[in-house]
């Protein structure tokens, strides 16, 4: 095909690419003197019975774009047709598209990814707020202009609002970066544009995209799948980094963020927390060299001579400590100014409190003056909870860890149990007795621990001490049998009645229970099994997102890990593996158990509750006397 040398009034400069139904050419507009793009569909190159249609897709963009102003959308100026083809003129991005970035083997710095990521999320929520979809976001319709900055382009499959153009079962999109809710053809919003963007992000962060393979194969992991963490592929990434990621991408499109500047927001806080995850950690310093001015200097000066303090005996409660001159150290974290007074106004009379309205300042207090224990929220700018804790854990592994959350943050949550960093978590609004009692009690484990000198556990080989699995079915009891079972007893349980019996007769350091199987006595035998006999791990079996359900099990059963259905093999192996060494270091300590026990839970006061009970306590100890 010959290069025209006009379009309309337009004079043709050279072609910029070609397509299959068209080429895009560089133009020059010379009523107002500027250079454009014309994008051409070639009518020829239709099939008769598809010209109309995509003629009417074609309009479609023009439309679409059209209403729209936004420095981060490539500008539609002008659409027309004659007998040959149909064309769009566009504002020309000088520059190439992400797409050819990725394929010339560029690698953005995390900064840099931060800020693609920030201007396309700005991009996409204003044409969302102007009812436009553009439904096709992937890096080829991504342009980067020679001063680095974001054009969106390509809205050739946008939906309007008032659009009739498409209908539910009609599958558009781009294979690599389509949400599930585009695989199966059902509605698409503004958050199917969420997703596209989460699977960018990936592919930047790590050089890979979440889901490989052909399109069946892509399909197939997108709607049955989770990806691993990006960090799993780039240690540089950020706790936070994940769970932004991670939530974009979920599977339920109620579970992601549901808008782009939601997305933006903590994508720029995983960033941020990126760079000072992968920077050098600053020199520690001595309690002396106090920079915040968040610290009361009062208790500065107290925290200076608790620092140097020798420790009370061992289990002395926080009372005791307090009457023997030294009261405990508790940190709390909340970018909230009104919930660190709160705070301060229940717990300065009995504990030396101290307050930080960032992640970084907390981590400074906690690299100064060792807290016994750590109370964060999870919802922060810069560091979210989950991420402060993990690096608390770090720094100070027999801080106490305590997450200020609300029930959304299921993914955040799990992942914190599963990881070790968080002992309870609070739910905002609280209760006051009840934050009292939890902050108590963790008191006096860290307090407990900072006076016990134990040793690494040593997991003996083979262990006396069995896994009980309580499932209907004996998938995970055959798997943990062929991983386990030359190493440990390895017991199967169809139901309750045949895990007592098994409890009662040999001793036990681990239950894996399915909590999904719809029987609530598991359940509360497991809240009641945690206040008479701490020393027993359980790891919960569960399919579903049941949040509620979660928090319950971790506040009230000290669920040790959780284990989504089915198992996989390798994380089954990871997380017994680490609850049979924690079993193995209370019987060696058993002090040390106190960190799993729990307050009675209120339970309904009826004979089959009471009649657990009493099975529960009639079970005997195999750590002997003085455990309970």
Known sequence: MNTPTTIGKYQIQGVLGQGGMGVVYKAFDPAIHRQVAIKTIAKS????AD??????????????VGRLTHSRIAAIYDYGEDLEIAYIVMELVNGKSLFQHVQNQARFELKEIGEIIRQLLDGLGYAHAQGVVHRDIKPSNILIN???????SDFGIARLDSSKLTHVGEVMGSPGYMSPEQFLGTEIDARSDIYSVGIIAYELLTGMRPFTGNDAEVMRQVLNENPVNPSGHNPKISAQLDWAVQKALAKKRDERFQNAKDFSDAFTRGIEASIRHSAPPPAPASPAEVTTQRI??????AA??????QQASAGAPAAAAAAAGRKPRILFVDDEERILTALRSIFRRDYHVFTAVNGAEALEFVRKFNPHVVVSDQRMPEMMGIELLREVKEIAPNTVRILLTGYSDLAAIMGSINEGEVFRFISKPWDNQDIQRIIGEAVAIALELADTAATPAIVPDPMTAGILVIDGAQDTFRATEELFGSFCPVVWARNLDQAFGVLQSQEIGLILADVD???????????LLKQVHPEILAIALAQSSDSELVIELINQAQIFRFLDKPVDRQLLKQHAQAALTRYQAYKQTPLLARQH?????????DPVTQSLLDRVRSLRSWFGPGTK
């Open 146 to 152: 020679e001063e680095g900055r974001i054009k969106i």
């Open 45 to 48: 190159a239709l099939d008769p």
């Open 51 to 64: 010209l109309q249609y995509a003629l009417t897709r074609f309009r479609h963009e023009a439309q679409a």
């Open 517 to 527: 199987s719809g029987d609530n006595e598991v359940i509360t035998a497991l809240k």
């Open 296 to 301: 009361d200097p009062d208790l500065i000066r």
């Open 597 to 605: 026990q729990v307050a009675p839970p209120r339970l309904p006061d």
């Open 304 to 309: 200076h001579a608790l620092a140097g303090a």
